[in-house]
């Protein structure tokens, strides 16, 4: 397993260089946004699934080929479903001051030991859709024993703890959390969280559900106002320039794909090289069978085979 890749274009970040510290969709939700894909293990309960060792030595090794903006844990599956995630942020710590960010569902957050493991990294962004359990189940489809009352109590006390910066993601979908009894039901639980930010998402790329529909700009800005504050529509974000000495451009554009869908522009950025270049990259592995082409909406995404 390749536990670093990217680094990855970030529309909130930057230049992201990834870690990914779980295997393939194992996770605690089985999201129908998801962009990864569907939930094949579901679980709730942390455990060591890497070595902190290679994590780190990879790390090493990539960074100094590829210093990014931030360092990011995040990746295939929940990462505080990882019983190490603690230690991996003392190490990661240890060798760079490039921040972290964890992108969180924040589902284990209501967890003390969680809560105290994560408390290194510099940005936190858990995920919040809905108050309402049957909205909430619609959307993230759970883990069994997993409660909405505590997850909604585990953000806020981990707001009260965590005193560096802390986003809060709402994920919107047309027809399932866009209505007024939803965004007023939201609008209360971030005053009572009061996140640094609150940063508006929809559907962006090819969900793991076709019932996953995005919002449109007019929409999202009428929520915004509303919101109000120091809410946030992401939006695409130009990147710095970077020279990266690759040893492959063909491998880093599958484990780029292997984790996420991207777009010509996605990996031209990423890896600063020109869009003919990726171009005939991508044309190379569609060839070699190592990446598919899925269309969503006016966006032609790249997707991994393997």
């Known amino acids: 397993m390749s536990y670093v890749f990217g680094p990855v274009p970030s529309r909130r970040l930057g230049l992201s260089l990834g870690i990914d510290l779980i295997p ?19 679980i709730m ?73 994560i408390t290194g990294v510099d940005i936190l962004i858990p995920t919040l859709s809905s108050i309402y359990e049957e909205t909430y189940n619609k959307i993230h489809r759970p883990h069994p024993g997993l409660k909405l009352d505590n997850i909604l109590n585990g953000l806020k006390d981990t707001r009260k703890e965590y005193t560096k910066d802390y986003f809060l993601e709402v994920v919107l979908l047309a027809g399932l959390n866009d209505t007024e009894k939803e965004i007023s039901g939201l609008l209360n639980i971030i005053n009572d ?76 950025n990423s890896l600063n090289i020109k869009k003919v270049e990726t171009e005939r990259f991508i044309k190379g592995l569609k060839i070699k069978g190592y990446i598919e082409e899925q269309r969503h909406g006016d966006n032609l995404f790249y997707t991994s085979k393997q």
């Open 45 to 117: 309960e942390p455990s060591s699934f890497v070595s902190v060792s290679d994590v780190i030595e990879e790390l090493k090794e990539v960074l100094l080929k590829t210093p990014p903006d931030v360092i990011t844990l995040a990746g295939s599956g929940e990462p505080t479903l990882n019983a190490d995630i603690g230690v991996i942020i003392s190490e990661i710590k240890k060798i760079t001051p490039i921040p972290i960010t964890l992108l969180t569902n924040g589902s284990l957050l209501w967890n003390r030991q969680v809560r105290e493991k």
């Open 193 to 268: 969280i009061k996140p640094d930010r609150v940063q508006l998402n929809t559907v962006v790329r090819p969900p793991s559900e076709p019932g996953a529909i995005s919002l449109s700009s007019e929409k999202l800005e009428e929520i915004k106002n509303f919101l109000g504050g120091n809410t946030e529509i992401i939006a695409a974000a130009p990147l710095k320039s970077r020279k990266n000495k690759l040893d492959s451009i063909g491998d880093q554009i599958i484990e780029m794909i292997k984790r996420r869908p991207v777009t010509v522009d996605d990996i031209s």
């Open 24 to 42: 393939r969709k194992t996770c605690s939700y089985d999201c129908i946004y998801c962009q990864v894909g569907k939930t094949t293990d579901r």
